[in-house]
């Protein structure tokens, strides 16, 4: 893993991951183009790390919504963050449950076996990207055919989930988790559209709970690491701790150019389009897991 490969990774994890086509099948694939192992300790705090730059990109992008929304008083910070909460509680119930099945389904005969150990594997990939566009398409199209009949379709919907609709973009975010493929933004954003959010509030709504569940992420994959160094000496931890954090600062700029196209194309009523990118980008992927990859 050397700078240029840090610097292209961290472009396309900033560019992919606040758009709804899956950053992290995408920097899979280009892990794979690269001649590097996506399911290795230091790739997956790589990934992790670029995930935080893009973190960091979602607070200075949402900040002042945020600040005007769910901070404008203690009642409406206090009803957003027991929202944020049921969202993650479902997060990590559904999400921890599947993938504790996974790990040991997949891997019965193996000691140490995790689920970053299929994060190679193309052919898991394609289908959770054609997953996630058809969900996409569904919400895009349903969300267009309301804005074609007029303003008043729109005016129902609400800015912020109730109780309800935050714990079920949760527990679709928590389905996320384990697949690589199965866009996190793009699930949670589609769920709330067919929920009846606003496009606004699903979107914001959406990021808040990125910001929350990145921690962890980052602690879980940085453990992750230390146990490898200390079982096999796979990685020496802080040169690859240091060539992360600069994957993050890149990845932080990428993903302010992403953000502001997506809010753009989320306005415009385009968010289908990301669907049938998916779904093309799903076909690209299995042909590339053909070709050998």
């Excluded at 230091?42 to 973190?55: F, Q, S, Y």
């Excluded at 933004?185 to 990021?207: C, Q, R, W």
Aim: aromatic content about 8%; some cysteine.
């Amino acid at each position: 893993m050397n700078l240029v490969n840090i610097v292209i990774l961290a472009i396309v994890q900033g560019l992919a991951e606040l758009l709804p086509v899956s950053s992290s099948a995408h920097v899979v694939v280009a892990e794979k183009l690269l001649g590097l192992d996506p399911s290795s300790p230091p790739m997956t705090l790589l990934l992790v790390m670029l995930h935080t730059g893009t973190m960091f990109a979602v607070i200075v992008y949402f900040w002042r919504t945020w600040r005007s929304t769910y901070f404008q008083s203690v009642a409406a910070f206090r009803r957003i963050a027991v929202r944020v909460i049921a969202a993650t509680a479902a997060t990590a119930v559904v999400g921890g449950a599947l993938i504790e099945l996974i790990e040991k389904t997949a891997f019965p005969s193996l000691p140490h076996a995790e689920i970053e150990d299929l994060f190679s594997h193309l052919e898991f990939i394609a289908p959770a990207l054609a997953a996630a566009g058809v969900l996409i398409l569904i919400a895009g199209l349903l969300e267009r055919k309301n804005t074609l009949r007029g303003a008043g379709a729109g005016a129902e919907r609400e800015s912020d989930p109730d109780l309800r609709q935050a714990g079920l973009i949760g527990a679709v975010q928590g389905l996320c988790l384990p697949f690589r493929g199965f866009s996190r933004s793009g699930a949670t954003i589609s769920v709330g559209l067919l929920l009846g959010l606003t496009k606004a509030g699903a979107e914001t709504f959406s990021f808040a709970l990125a910001v929350v569940l990145t921690p962890p992420a980052v602690v879980r994959e940085g453990w992750r690491l230390a146990r490898a160094e200390r079982l096999a000496g796979a990685a020496d931890l802080g040169p690859v701790a240091l060539m992360s954090v600069l994957g993050a600062l890149v990845a932080f700029g990428a993903g302010l150019v992403a953000l502001k196209w997506l809010s753009g194309w989320l306005e415009r009523g385009r968010w289908y389009l990301f669907g049938i990118y998916c779904l093309v980008a799903a076909a690209a992927v299995y042909g590339l897991h053909s070709a050998g990859y």
